[in-house]
């Protein structure tokens, strides 16, 4: 299967290996097969691979199998994915609770395998939500996209920001949470503080509103470790109502919720900002 995709460059001038390298982070042996086979074209034609590329140019690539073997999942069920945004390299979606980003084996159906049936091709996970969690969720529909996005992600260039309902009135209304996280010495689905061989973490939280049953507060990440603003507001004994790992209080479900995901476009250079809202986790605050 062959595959084009026509983009201007948003880039600065550089040089058509520096496009390819730095910029668009394409592998050294697929860089190879795009100058043999002239499969890259500036302004509809070849040209040498240190000639300069200016912002504005039009950018042609062209991908086939021996470039990016074709990855076949199994499909899930389309009518299960509320997409927020999509355009020809990426998807967001809004995660239901109760669904796993990804399966942990080959067979097992997850939000990407309905994701990729939604689109009609295969997708990548570019980030995770907790199978609990719901809410924005950003998929690669192409090979192509995925390691610029995930440099993005890994820059701190994605702004997520998560809601949670968690116990008590959460005081003063503005913290900064910097405790290391670690994995729990007895429980490897538990992760807790760990100030000696704990990871860095960074959770910014604001108070949003005070219900009779806790506080709405709003969760922005510095980092991205695992449970790591279920751990940071536990820890600093405002857990999560719901969470079955790290709370006692119940709730029909963990009361977190990816609420709005905002990046710029790296091919486009597009302001992108999509907010995912939940039925479920609208009624928990009432």
């Not at 990548?124 to 969720?137: C, M, N, P, Q, W």
Request: with cysteine.
């Amino acid at each position: 299967m062959t595959t084009s995709y026509t983009f201007t460059n948003p880039y600065p001038d550089c040089t058509v290996k520096e496009l390819l390298e730095e910029h668009l982070l394409i592998p050294r042996k697929i860089r190879h097969f795009l100058r043999t086979k002239k499969h890259l074209l500036i302004n509809g034609e070849t040209i040498n691979w240190q000639s300069l590329v200016q912002t504005g140019d039009s950018i042609q690539l062209t991908f086939d199998e021996e470039d990016y073997p074709q990855k076949d999942i199994p499909l899930g069920q389309a009518k299960l994915v509320d997409c927020l945004y999509q355009d020809e390299h990426i998807i967001i979606v809004n995660k239901p609770e109760g669904m796993k980003t990804h399966g942990n084996e080959p067979t097992e159906m997850a939000l990407l395998n309905h994701v990729s049936a939604y689109v009609g091709q295969t997708c990548y996970v570019v980030h995770r939500l907790d199978k609990e969690t719901s809410g924005a969720i950003l998929f690669a529909k192409n090979p192509f996209i995925l390691p610029i996005l995930n440099r993005l992600l890994e820059n701190k260039d994605i702004s997520r920001e998560y809601w949670s309902l968690v116990q008590g009135t959460f005081e003063p209304k503005h913290q900064v949470f910097q405790d290391k996280i670690g994995r729990h010495r007895h429980d490897r689905r538990k992760r807790v503080v760990d100030p000696k061989n704990g990871q860095r973490a960074i959770t910014i939280v604001d108070r949003l509103k005070v219900f009779s049953k806790g506080s709405l507060v709003r969760c922005r990440l510095k980092t991205g470790r695992t449970h790591q603003i279920r751990v940071h507001l536990s820890a600093h004994h405002y857990p999560i109502i719901g969470d079955p790992l790290y709370s006692h209080v119940s709730d029909d479900r963990l009361m977190l919720h990816a609420h709005k995901l905002s990046f710029t476009h790296p091919l486009t250079l597009q302001k992108i900002s999509v907010e995912a809202h939940s039925d479920t986790f609208e009624a928990g605050l009432s």
